[in-house]
């Protein structure tokens, strides 16, 4: 964009824009870096939720078990969660070019061993590897979009590459479904690459070289953190297969969570060189935004678990269908990011846009909350369409707050930790919802089932149907099958109740921030 005004000399004419608005790193073509980057950001974000919908075609072709299937998922979410803190000090060390193009290419190569597993054994190990390499991408391609760009337009690269972080959520499922059904279940880790050579040439030949620092690595720090996230993780998974804190494999998981947890809070207090720098913590504005990230997480991703199956088995969509459905949710993060970060451009007060943001998502899921099973898909089309709108409002401000007031060394470090909790928070959105779904479906059953007698059901004599044998029972599973549809319909309500309140208490939050530099 030209100046407004021509300096008078040729000299000052030559002069760079002032050093405040400089991008920290040089690049050739940024256009292209951006591509590079995006497209590396998308397979990695894809395959958190691309496997979901994959996993019964899995089952029988790996020879596993309902159980022990789900490692297909869970080695993917531990190794990814344990590799991710040490994006910063890795970067550091060996480079943070060297290591993202690593990345990408391990993760090509993960992706294209997974499709060609024949085992289970296989499978998780080549999944554990996805995870490993995948870590690294989300804060490495973070970093170095804000670093590559200068600080005045930190909204606009920011509402881009928050793109593919939340919308890669909503069109894994889609395309998961779409492959699955299509093809073969195989093709959800074959997608991965052409999109990933693509996005490892352009990184090989645009990516700049950034200096790293020599320091030493937190190794105490790094396992404990790894500790607790594995043990968070197993407790999340193995907890509605054991009945919860009815087994002592869970308390003993929690026991070690609990433990590792404190240990490496107190050790990155107290450390003189922890895994992260103490100034990122002391940085209020930082903090607080990870807070949010578990919140988004939790809204986004359960949702996310949750409506796919609802949609299905209530209301009798097929794949393909339910992606459908789901897409203006997307549509509207689109939308809204690109907007956010033209009002945050033109001075706009981030929190503000932050806490607008939160009650518009709060509001669609108090209009899911009015749904039943009389709905057809415009409730789900417009509900998704204005859920995406605040999500989209919440997600862009929020990084750039949070990254205004960080020094430009701790970015990397600070990607990493903001992408972490936002993965934490999906896993434990996920399980407490799914707990919360199937609890409430066992209650709301004992209490609509008690309320089947004659006198309700006019067309037959609930106390003589077993009378007509075979018929009668049939009678009988007909009237079970409607009263577990409705009781389902009660829980997801349940559910949806859950996270407006989640997204309202946060709006308060917002206000603990101080205004960032945009």
């Known amino acids: 964009m030209a100046s407004a005004a021509r300096p008078a000399s040729p000299a000052a004419g030559a002069a760079a824009p002032p050093a405040a608005d400089e991008p920290l790193l040089e690049v050739r073509n940024q256009p292209l870096l ?11 974000v894809l395959d958190t939720t691309i496997a979901n919908v994959a996993i019964p075609h899995m089952q029988s072709a790996l020879g596993a078990n309902a159980e022990s299937v789900t ?12 590799a991710m803190p040490a994006t910063g000090w890795l970067g550091d060390r060996v480079g943070a070019r060297r290591l993202f193009i690593f990345s990408v290419a391990g993760f090509i190569i993960a992706s ?33 979009m804000l670093d590559s760009s200068r600080p005045s337009r930190h909204p606009q690269v920011m509402a881009i590459w928050g793109l593919g972080i939340m919308i890669g959520p909503i069109l894994g499922p889609i395309l998961g479904g779409w492959l699955t059904e299509s093809a073969n279940w195989r093709w959800v880790f074959y ?3 052409p999109v990933g050579i693509l996005a490892l040439a352009l990184l090989i030949t645009q990516l700049p070289h950034r200096e790293g620092k020599r320091r030493k690595f937190d190794l105490f720090g790094f396992v404990m953190l790894a500790v607790a996230l594995s043990s968070l993780q197993l407790l999340l998974d193995r907890g509605s297969q054991l009945d919860w804190f009815q087994s002592y494999e869970i308390w003993f998981y929690t026991f070690l969570m609990g433990s590792a947890a404190w240990i490496a809070m107190v050790h990155f207090t107290t450390a003189r060189e922890p895994l992260f720098d103490k100034a990122i ?36 969509y097929g794949v393909i269908d339910t992606g459908m459905v789901l897409m203006p949710r997307g549509v509207g993060v689109m939308l809204s990011m690109q ?32 749904w039943s099973l009389a709905a057809d898909e415009w409730h789900f089309i417009v509900t998704g369409l204005i859920q995406g709108l605040g999500l989209g409002l919440v997600f862009i401000p929020l990084n750039v707050t949070a990254f205004s007031t960080l020094p430009g060394h701790l970015r990397t470090d600070g990607s990493s930790l903001l992408n ?3 993965s934490i928070g999906a896993s434990v959105g996920i399980s407490i919802t799914t707990v919360l779904l199937a609890r409430n479906i066992q209650t709301a059953h004992t209490d609509l089932g008690s309320h089947v007698t004659s006198s309700t059901i006019d067309a037959i004599d609930i106390s003589t149907v077993d009378r007509y044998q075979s018929l009668g029972q049939t009678v009988l599973s007909m009237v079970d099958l409607e009263v577990n549809r409705q009781a389902a319909m009660i829980a997801y309500i349940d559910d949806f109740y859950l996270m407006m309140w989640l997204a309202l208490a946060a709006i308060p939050m917002v206000f603990l921030m101080r205004k960032g530099r945009t």
Request: some cysteine; hydrophobic content about 65%; overall charge positive.
């Open 281 to 316: 913590f002391a940085d209020r504005n930082f903090v607080i935004a990870l807070l949010f990230m578990v919140v988004i997480g939790m809204v986004l991703f359960a949702n996310m678990a949750l409506l796919p199956p609802m949609l299905q088995r209530l209301f009798g």
């Open 34 to 44: 951006m591509v590079g980057i995006m497209a590396a950001s998308l397979i990695q």
């Open 112 to 144: 294209m061993m997974c499709g060609m597993a024949q085992n289970l054994g296989e499978m998780v190990l080549f999944r554990a590897m996805q995870g490993v390499t995948g870590a690294f991408i989300p804060p490495l391609s973070q970093s170095f």
């Open 420 to 422: 972490l909790l936002r």
């Open 339 to 370: 907007l956010s970060g033209v009002l945050i451009r033109r001075g706009l007060d981030a929190r503000i846009v932050v806490a607008t943001g939160f009650a518009i998502a709060a509001y669609s899921q108090w209009m899911m909350a009015g």
């Open 71 to 82: 490692w297909v998922l869970t080695s993917y979410i531990i190794a990814s969660a344990v």
């Open 191 to 193: 997608v991965n690459l």
